[in-house]
């Protein structure tokens, strides 16, 4: 399984991005997909996760409210909706395949994209 990101860039607090991530490969094997975030000296931290029907989402709580997982199978393609940005959401955006847990937690696999630059300027 290959991912790409794109999407990301400069923008002003307050402002809006989306970021796109497009699998390839054996995507008949992609389960629930998710994105990370991974900031300048912090850990890489769940944003959000997606299952694979796109029925079931959850989100990091700072970010609730403000940004939108969805997916469109068709186009083998996740995307993150993020309004609202605020500069402690600047980091390297990550996209994931992975599953969930009957409990409806993500969890990652090993299938990492290579990451898409989000800057916010306050």
């Known amino acids: 399984v290959q991912l790409v990101e794109s999407g990301g860039g400069l923008v002003q607090a307050g402002g809006s991005l989306r970021l796109s991530c497009v699998a390839s490969?054996?995507?008949?094997?992609?389960?629930?997909m998710g994105w990370y975030r991974q900031a300048p000296g912090n850990q890489r931290e769940l944003v959000a996760g997606?299952?694979?029907?796109?029925?079931?989402?959850n989100y990091l709580d700072s970010v609730k409210g403000r940004f939108t997982i969805s997916r469109d199978n068709a186009k083998n393609t996740m995307y993150l909706q993020m309004d609202s940005l605020k500069a402690e959401d600047t980091a390297v955006y990550y996209c994931?395949?992975?599953?969930?847990?009957?409990?409806?937690?993500?969890?990652?696999?090993?299938?990492w994209g290579q990451g898409t630059q989000v800057t916010v300027s306050s």
């Open positions: 994931n395949a992975g599953g969930m847990t009957s409990g409806r937690n993500y969890y990652s696999y090993n299938y």
């Open positions: 490969g054996s995507t008949a094997s992609i389960n629930a």
């Open positions: 997606i299952s694979s029907g796109g029925d079931v989402t």
